[in-house]
């Protein structure tokens, strides 16, 4: 792979111009340039070269007023199934990774590739070439956290039993064994190896964090060996500004001491007397079991390092904020101390989740639950759902072997006085959660004065039902519809065909006694209905929200496959016969 590509090249553009961009580049180059009418080839002494001066010119250097594109050099017949994907964030979970990958078809391997940048390079195949086309279609150019993904193919080694065209490199055994699938996503390595710290800094210290032309902050990453990120222009005036390293738990730890001993010394400079605190973001999930039952585990903590700890109040998160503010004062070494033992707990509660995540996404089939944004990723916020380009882009996402999922209906109840919670004021916090979920979310008029519940009619697919029935059951344990140590319990109602009822139940009940036993949800299918004007009849489901959700897919399922056996009606009217 160390043949380059080098396109959006000017009609005026000569070998001699792309010598000199190469050598002022410091990239060695091992054949003369071949320039063509709008493009040119070269070949570099290896893949390493090859790659730098795809990192270093691709997108980043002009040349006669156009930005030159670089890129590996691969024929029409080795544009296969295998892709080059660059400049990924660096600090991507490769769950998050799998699940963009996952919108486009099946991934047969994805390897992480050596680099001296920054981002992340990973090469890989899918198991169709239609898919791979998709994936370069859909993927090049998308924004991902501030970097634009850059998509290419790569010579695909299954397809290098063709005859070598003349004059071309190829010819022989291919270079190299053919590379291996990757190993299963648990034992494969990490493109973050740990949850980032977020902390909150005042705005004034910014730029002695900084320090001149960035050498303050260079020096900290080096020393602590992490990725900070002072997101400057994020809420432009506010008072504070946060910053995201990325890094083991020591260098997360290391690089906070370092900050707050700047800051330290930047108010004692400016002569400000009052106490700076260590303020540090996480995300609501964790906060509870970083509190600990009756505050033991805070309590602990403020004994252990001698500090004094707050946390910011649950009225202060929104939907699209759902970080808690920790503060805590003391001391910088003892402040220090805090920031360990809290981000171990946030930490132990983070892997706590991803196992759960992964265990419910293998129960949940048709759901890609890594990119859904119900819990954190790699930073300590929640993925945002503009992060991934599905469940609300491309006419496959999430679906990729079987098309645009169907839109589902589906029936919530909720306490009727948490109605106005769920609305919000003027109907804010509605319409926030229809667009953050991709569903479309109606409370039902009540059905008499003293009613106790209220009917919140969800539509949209699979992944839009997760997310808003989600935010809802989230929501009223905030607002405390539920009591502290009360499990959030709802009855969702889905119609089904009265045909398929009796799948649903099963003979004797089996189907359905299996489902309840399986979900850990109630599932009732009233015998004495009347079906609807459609048909339909109603199945009731009761349970906190992973059940629930379960028990929904595994019901969607059984009438997937009643659907598929249902005879086919010819244009005439007749059913077609089944073959025997």
């Known amino acids: 792979m160390n043949k380059l590509y080098i396109g959006n090249v000017s009609e005026q553009t000569s070998a001699l111009d792309l010598e000199t961009i190469f050598e002022q580049w410091k990239i060695p180059f091992s054949a003369p340039f071949l320039v063509k009418s709008g493009y040119a080839f070269v070949d570099c002494p290896d893949d390493k070269i090859a790659m730098k001066a795809i990192d270093t010119l691709s997108g980043k250097v002009e040349l006669h007023g156009k930005l030159l594109e670089v890129e590996h ?12 994907i660059r400049n990924i964030p660096p600090h991507m979970q490769w769950e998050v990774l799998d699940g963009l990958l996952a919108q486009y078809g099946t991934v047969e391997s994805c390897e992480q590739v050596n680099t001296d940048t920054e981002t992340a390079v990973v090469n890989v195949r899918y198991a169709v070439k239609e898919q791979a086309r998709q994936a370069v279609e859909k993927l090049n150019g998308f924004m991902m956290e501030s970097y634009a993904l850059k998509v290419c193919y790569i010579p695909d080694e299954s397809v290098l039993s063709d005859p070598p065209a003349v004059g071309s490199r190829r010819g022989g055994a291919p270079r190299g064994a053919p590379r291996q699938p990757s190993p299963p996503l648990g034992t494969r390595p990490k493109l973050q190896s740990d949850i980032p710290l977020r902390m909150l800094v005042p705005t004034q210290f910014v730029g002695a964090i900084i320090g001149k032309e960035g050498a303050t902050i260079r020096n900290i990453t080096k020393q602590t060996h992490s990725k900070i990120d002072i997101h400057r222009k994020e809420n432009a005036g506010a008072a504070e500004k946060p910053i995201t390293v990325h890094s083991t738990p020591e260098g997360c ?30 995300h609501n999930n964790f906060v509870g079991r970083l509190i600990g039952k009756e505050g033991r585990n805070l309590k602990k903590i403020e004994q252990d390092t001698g500090t004094k700890i707050t946390i910011s109040p649950l009225q202060d998160l929104t939907l699209y904020n759902p970080e808690r503010t920790i503060t805590v004062k003391g001391s910088t070494e003892a402040c220090a101390r805090a920031e360990e033992e809290v981000m171990k707990k946030i930490r132990e509660a983070y892997e706590n989740d991803v196992a759960s995540m992964n265990l419910q996404s293998n129960l949940i089939p048709g759901l890609n639950l890594n990119a859904l944004g119900l819990f954190p990723g790699g930073t300590a916020a929640a993925v945002s759902p503009s992060m991934v380009p599905g469940p609300f882009s491309g006419p496959q996402a999430g679906y990729p072997s079987f098309g645009q999922p169907e839109s589902e209906t589906v029936h919530l109840f909720i306490p009727a006085l948490a109605v106005g919670a ?13 667009r953050f979920a991709g569903a479309s979310i109606k409370i039902a008029p009540a059905d008499g004065m003293d009613a106790k519940q209220r009917m ?12 808003a029935q989600g935010r809802i059951f989230g929501k009223l344990k905030e607002e405390n519809f539920f009591g502290p140590k009360e499990e959030v319990k709802l009855e969702a109602h889905i119609k089904v065909p009265s045909f398929a009822a009796g799948r649903v139940i099963g003979k004797g009940g089996k189907t359905v006694n299996e489902l309840q036993n399986l979900t850990s949800a109630e599932v009732v299918v009233p015998r004495d209905q009347t079906p609807d004007e459609t048909d339909q009849v109603v199945v009731k489901i009761t349970g906190h929200f992973y059940a629930s959700q379960l028990a929904q897919r595994k019901i969607q399922e059984i009438l997937s496959q009643v659907r598929r056996q249902q005879p086919k009606v010819s244009p005439a009217g007749a059913p077609i016969p089944r073959r025997k």
């Open 73 to 84: 050099s691969v024929p029409k017949r080795q544009r296969s199934c295998k892709l080059q």
């Open 253 to 282: 730890s290391s690089a906070c001491r370092s900050i707050m001993e700047i800051m330290q010394k930047e108010a004692l400079d400016t002569k400000i007397t009052e106490e700076i605190p260590l303020k540090i973001l996480a």
């Open 422 to 434: 769920i609305i919000g004021k003027q109907g804010q916090h509605i319409k926030q959660l229809s």
């Open 456 to 467: 919140v009619i969800i539509s949209g697919p699979p992944e839009a039902q997760f997310k």
